[in-house]
């Protein structure tokens, strides 16, 4: 059972910066596509970006596009949210998830996802 544990997560002033980071208890090349999920109180989760196996795409919802990045450390099995220009409405619980079924998809469904972690809290005030 693979296994993701998500840290990096905080309080942050509306502006500011904060990385995510998500460490995968098994690397194998190119079997799994990962991507980064919010939740808000009150809310759906929602697909915040992905990466595909290789790391040749990566795909990010409208709402962040030019301020987080996604990114992917294979030697320290470890998955990146880099998020910056931060905005009260980037407050939630995100999460890390893995696929390997649709290795190259570029979707951001969340049911499309096979494997999560516990989350962790990003909060931004204004």
């Known amino acids: 059972q693979l296994q993701l544990v998500e840290s990096g997560g905080g309080a942050a002033q509306a502006g500011g910066s904060l990385t995510l980071s998500c460490v995968v208890s098994?690397?194998?090349?190119?079997?799994?596509?990962m991507g980064w999920f919010r939740q808000a109180p009150g809310k759906e989760r929602e697909g915040v970006a992905t990466i595909v196996s290789d790391d040749s795409a990566r795909n990010y919802a409208d709402s962040v596009k030019g301020r987080f990045t996604i990114s992917r450390d294979n030697a320290k099995s470890t998955l990146y949210l880099q998020m910056n220009s931060l905005l009260p409405e980037d407050t939630a619980t995100y999460y890390c998830?893995?696929?390997?079924?649709?290795?190259?998809?570029?979707?951001?469904?969340?049911?499309?996802?096979?494997?999560w972690g516990q989350g962790t809290q990003v909060t931004v005030s204004s």
């Open positions: 098994e690397y194998i090349p190119n079997k799994y596509r």
């Open positions: 998830a893995a696929d390997s079924k649709r290795r190259f998809s570029l979707s951001r469904i969340p049911a499309d996802f096979t494997y």
